[in-house]
């Protein structure tokens, strides 16, 4: 083959690491794609958790770490699971994941495992870490499963610390166990209802309704 007619072989650009692609995958689960207030999942750990801030913050983080590592496992296995069994192999994965979460969080900080109790285990099931490897990470690769992960954990982290501050707050005068009012020389007994599950119910509401009329979105 003579010099002319010689092709050079096209060489695909791969994609940066941080692209505006892969920045909506982070960004979109922090405002319109919300796993919480738009998505409507992760309810029940949202409504439980969130008396107070630490326990709140550690549920955030676990399930952030658990969606990040199990969608990056999935994607790696995605192309060997066979179909019918795809279910159960990702939730043997996000299970391995929980453990060690819940070990760790028995090692360093016991008191707040003990306070979330079977809602770490119950991360196992949540939709939100089922709904991303089975619409996500079964079709996409590594990097941004692993950004979608992070991206809808954080999601979920963000709305989980503003329900436990208003409750925690209103609740109980205190912010991350610090007691606001009483420093401030305000006498507060505290607000019940803050305390209840139907406390946590108004506020995501209210949540639910400040971002959908930011976003002016309307229902069809």
Known sequence: MSAETATVPEVKKSEPLFSKKNKKLVSNPLDIDNPITVQVLGICSALAVTTQMKPAFIMALSLTVVTASSNVVISLMRNS??????????????????TLVSMLLQAYVYDVAKQLSVFIGLIIT?????GRLEAFAMGNKPWPSFL????????YGL?????????ELLGGGSIFGYKV??????????NGLMLLPAGACVIVGIIIWVQRSINGY???
């Open 81 to 98: 699971i066979p179909p019918r069994i795809r279910i159960i192999v990702q939730l043997a994965v996000v299970s391995l994941w929980v």
């Open 126 to 130: 949540n939709c939100i870490v089922m």
């Open 148 to 155: 979608d992960g992070i991206g809808n954990g954080l999601g």
């Open 159 to 167: 709305i989980l610390m503003i329900i436990a501050f208003f409750r």
């Open 181 to 190: 009012f009483a420093e401030l020389g305000i006498p507060y007994q505290g």
């Open 218 to 220: 309307r229902e069809h």
